[in-house]
């Protein structure tokens, strides 16, 4: 297999694992079919469209390349069908979110480096890839959006598009070491789950007593 047909596979696979994340998020909200579909292709899409329009290549591939449009949609409405049955495979429901995080920063940071963004930029690029879906899924079920809240998400996607321009920079992007990199997003996202590890929160003081409030 070349790099290019595996990034291609694990493109894909990503897309399949958002679609189905964002179209259990609409099921949830009692959405009809087109509205799954749509939610699950804005969550599977989102956020390879803005890395394209990001490195000005233009039509993104989500348009360009039918096979993106079809998993997606395909991949939501067989979740609309199936839903009772993936209702109690929550826990493998956030195994699979997480692998679609990991994928989606190395195929994100890695596009972008081949698209000559300086490094920091990539992985900006690839951290905004990986949540730009997950951003759109939940303001579109008007929830406030997984990366904005306490959970450990977006910092796991940083620091996996961080590892991933590392090994370019020092010319070790071969297929292992990216997949180590892919592994490092995954299991940072796993064990903040199990652990509840979380960014830190303000802590609110009322402004007549000065009495500190409950954390947000």
Known sequence: MT???ALLFADLTGVAVFAASGASAAVAKRLDLFGVVFVGFVAALGGGIFRDLAIDEVPPLAFADWRYATTAAVTAAAVFWLHPQLARLRTTVLVLDAAGLA??????????????????????????????????????????????????????????????????????????????????????????????????????????????????
């Open 3 to 5: 790099t290019s047909t």
């Open 103 to 216: 994928l989606f920063t190395v195929t994100g940071t890695l596009k972008a480096l081949d698209a000559h963004v300086p490094p920091v930029g990539a992985c900006v690029i690839g951290m905004l890839t990986a949540i730009g879906g997950g951003l759109g899924r939940d303001l579109l079920t008007a929830e406030i959006p997984v990366v904005l809240r306490r959970e450990i998400y977006a910092v796991a996607a940083l620091a996996g598009a961080v590892a991933v321009a590392l090994l370019d920079a020092t010319g070790r992007a071969g297929t292992a070491p990216l997949t180590a990199a892919a592994l490092l997003v995954f299991a940072l996202r796993l064990v903040a789950l199990r652990r509840r590890w979380s960014a830190p929160v303000a802590t609110l003081r009322s402004p007549k007593t000065g009495v500190r409030g409950p954390q947000t």
